[in-house]
RNA sequence: GCCCCCAUCGUCUAGUGGCCUAGGACGCCGCCCUUUCAAGGCGGUAACGCCGGUUCGAAUCCGGUUGGGGGUACCA
């Protein structure tokens, strides 16, 4: 039944990173607008300075936008707009607001207010309310807040919300130099764009009164709210960009897929009312309704999006996971030489690594053993698995073993191989495995031992074999010297 | 200080007066599987902040309290 297109307002700030918090506002905006067949997702980019509206960090809130799936192209999407570029709009709605009496000019200083009032912490008496001051220098532009009564917000996700006249203070609207403020530019932006949903964080419902009362001065009718929870930190603080892991580029950095960043996201402070968690947008979108939305705060549980994270990556078809790691495996990235990198072999091990990777980052640390010329010296591992006396004798009856062409160089050949020099030793193949893992890959943990010599080829096997061996004696001869 | 918001396992949540001896998911713990590590299977741990009301009956409604959080610029 509804007659007017929704037309909800995403609204990011000007710089370049983009927030988990605005990533998930830009979801419900966006679920939102999709939900009606004329429905409108509208970007802009809010800030009255010109000067800030860098190209650069626009395009960067579009591609952060893309990743999680929000595009451009799609009928829905709308923008962006730039709010520096409605200046003249502002000032002659500001003008309007002072011929019609619903603003006034103050030229109060701070100091003064302040001493008048006594506290610091109280707002601007309405000292000029009635002084019938003109435009000039050095004044600025109050709202005139209607005395008595309360303006009711009514909010989506938190019901009714009032504020008594008396608790807001005749806010500036302009500057002394004319320039408007966030608070109405924004509401002159929505007014001009027809916006009828706006959905944000709640940081900003103590501005919404404010806002309200410039939209029914302007003879408009609101839009409908919705504050959403803010998203806090382990300490229950709102996420910020100084203390907090915010940025979606870091987790795309990381290796999450936004697959899983988006229905991580969907869930903080939504869910699905499904048997399951675990769905994709496709199915979501459909259900979401903000008003089911909680109204208490939620932790960004970085845990939880690994444990969904994981879940999307096993669920990869096998050739698409190899796609989805090949940023990781780039020649400016991979840790080995770009000459080294053989994709028949990375082809046949990423199987026996999708299920070990909660990121797609760790692929490499799994597979770097096979694409560097030696592998990675990590001195815990070494500890671990190479004990006086059973890690040299291991090593040199693997080396021996290895060496007999008759052996087919073969996962389960090997392993039976393996098996049987440890049993030599008195080792059960997890001991007897350990100092050849070690040797070959240079880590205790990773992917199943034989195939991983299979593929690294019986030369290059018996090769670290012996430097370890080596490397070993050489201890041994240190200590003992 | 003032205004506003919030309150179920450690975390995200289900729950809208009886289906709740409170369900799921992540985490954590244990067992199984196993060449390491994962994955997988099975099991376990753990919550309605507190005090009063209303009601035959309250996690659910009301009041208070405590505790968290947000806002409070001629910032956005």
């Not at 970007?43 to 579009?62: K, M, Q, S, V, Y």
């Not at 050095?138 to 008595?148: D, I, K, S």
């Not at 096979?370 to 070494?382: A, G, I, Q």
């Amino acid at each position: 039944m509804t007659e007017t297109p929704i037309r909800v307002r995403f609204a990011p700030s000007p710089t370049g990173m983009f927030h988990v918090g605005g990533a998930r506002s830009a979801l419900f905006n966006w679920a939102m607008a999709r939900q009606q067949a004329d429905g409108r997702f509208v970007l802009r980019i809010e800030d009255t300075d010109a000067a800030r509206n860098r190209p650069e960090w626009t395009e960067g809130i579009i591609r952060a936008l893309a990743w999680l799936g929000i595009h451009e192209d799609d009928p829905h999407f709308e923008g962006p707009y730039f709010q520096s570029a409605y200046a003249a709009k502002h000032r002659e709605t500001a003008e309007r607001l002072y011929k019609d009496g619903r603003a006034y000019y103050c030229d109060c200083t701070r100091e003064q207010v302040q001493e008048r009032r006594g506290n610091p912490h109280l707002g601007y008496d309405g000292f000029c309310r009635d002084r019938g001051l003109e435009p000039g220098p050095g004044r600025a532009l109050r709202f005139r807040v209607p005395e008595g009564g309360p303006t009711v917000v009514d909010d989506q996700v938190r019901g009714r919300v009032e504020f008594e006249h008396s608790a807001i203070e005749d806010f500036v609207i302009a500057r002394a130099d004319g320039s408007p403020l966030f608070v109405l530019a924004n509401v002159v932006d929505d007014v001009e764009m027809g916006i009828n949903e706006v959905v944000r964080g709640e940081e900003h419902l103590s501005n919404t009164p404010k806002q309200q009362l410039l939209w029914e001065a302007l003879g408009q009718t609101p839009p409908r709210w919705a504050h959403l929870p803010v998203i806090v930190n382990e300490k229950r603080q709102k996420l910020s960009k100084r203390r907090d892991k915010v940025a979606l580029e870091s987790y795309q950095d990381e290796g999450y897929l936004p697959e899983a960043m988006v229905n991580y996201l969907m869930l903080l402070g939504w869910s699905p009312g499904e048997d399951r968690e675990i769905l994709p947008w496709s199915e979501m979108e459909p259900l979401f309704r903000v008003s089911d939305v909680n109204s208490s705060s939620a932790f960004f549980d970085e845990k939880k999006l690994r444990a969904f994270n994981g879940e999307y990556i096993r669920a990869l078809a096998p050739d698409d996971f190899v796609e989805r790691c090949r940023p990781w495996l780039a020649p400016d990235r991979a840790p080995w030489p770009a000459a080294n990198f053989d994709e028949g072999v990375f082809r046949a091990v990423a199987p026996l690594a999708q299920s070990r990777v909660a990121v797609l980052s760790e692929i490499v640390p799994n597979v770097d053993f096979l694409f560097l010329d030696t592998p990675v010296d990590d001195e815990k591992s070494w500890a671990k698995a190479m004990k006086p006396g059973v890690g040299a004798e291991m090593l040199s009856a693997a080396l021996d073993r290895f060496a007999d062409p008759g052996l087919p160089w073969a996962a389960e050949p090997l392993k039976a191989a393996l098996e049987e020099v440890g049993a030599g030793l008195g080792l059960k193949l997890g001991k007897a495995q350990a100092p050849v893992r070690v040797a070959v890959t240079g880590r205790t943990v990773g992917l199943p031992l034989f195939e991983s010599l299979e593929l690294l080829g019986r030369d290059r096997v018996r090769g670290r074999l012996s430097a370890a061996l080596a490397r070993l004696e050489a201890a041994d001869a240190a200590s003992e010297g």
